[in-house]
């Protein structure tokens, strides 16, 4: 049989490129998403949840036959960016956004751990981010939300070896994706400036590929050049 994945945030970005990508590699793969575009349907089998929902997200992890499935891995990437000053955000934005960056993940780890230590070769794969290794300015909520991916990535290393179970941690900088789309500032124009959602997902692929027996515990990935620009019609 065919390796089976579980891909959050597969609709669009890093999460759509590697659903592609593992698709060509004869993976088998589910992806969750709030939503689909119909007209991108390429053998990816779609399962449509909103994470930030978390008093609704066991029931419906326990209800979906997809979602059921026995997997091979967990990539574990759907998030969401604000930025701002702590006293800018209302309560609402806080909670939604740790919700779908940490809360979520948790509870489909609590899903998913009991079966993966039982069966054991497991991979379980985390989209932490530049932002989990240095904190910056107007950056406190979602720096915090990244901060604890990485700290569950490396207790959930330590509480999982002795199941055979990996666990990597990607931390990207900035990547080409829709993730920009509603935030004031962008990176730079030119390639140089951004990665794309392809090499992350290849960098996560090749991870996965790596022999049973060694682990890559985190891999920071930057583009060449770092700059942003404020967007004007913001």
Known sequence: MNNRILITGASSGIGLALAKLTLHSDYEVVGIA???DEENNFGLQEVELD???????PEQLKENELLNLDFDTLVLNAGIG???GLEQFSHTQIEELI??????????????????????????????????????????????????????AQSLRADCANNDIRVILI??????????????????????????????????????AMPRNSVVEELNIQPM??????????
Do not use: M, W
């Open 34 to 36: 709030r939503n689909f």
């Open 171 to 208: 931390n990207p900088g900035s990547v080409d994706t829709n993730f920009f789309d509603e935030l004031n500032f962008t990176p730079q124009g030119g390639e140089e400036f951004a990665l794309s959602p392809e090499s992350v997902a290849t960098a996560i692929l090749d991870a996965l």
């Open 99 to 152: 919700n779908t960056n940490l809360v979520s993940n948790l509870f489909l780890l609590k899903h998913y751990l009991p079966r993966f230590k039982q069966q054991g070769a497991k991979d379980i794969v985390l989209l932490g981010s530049e932002s989990a290794i240095q904190g910056a300015k107007q950056g406190a909520v979602y720096c915090a939300s990244k901060f604890a991916i990485r700290g569950l």
């Open 82 to 84: 604000r930025f701002g």
């Open 51 to 57: 994470l930030s929902k978390i008093k609704q997200l």
């Open 225 to 234: 050049k770092r700059s942003f620009q404020k967007k004007s019609n913001k």
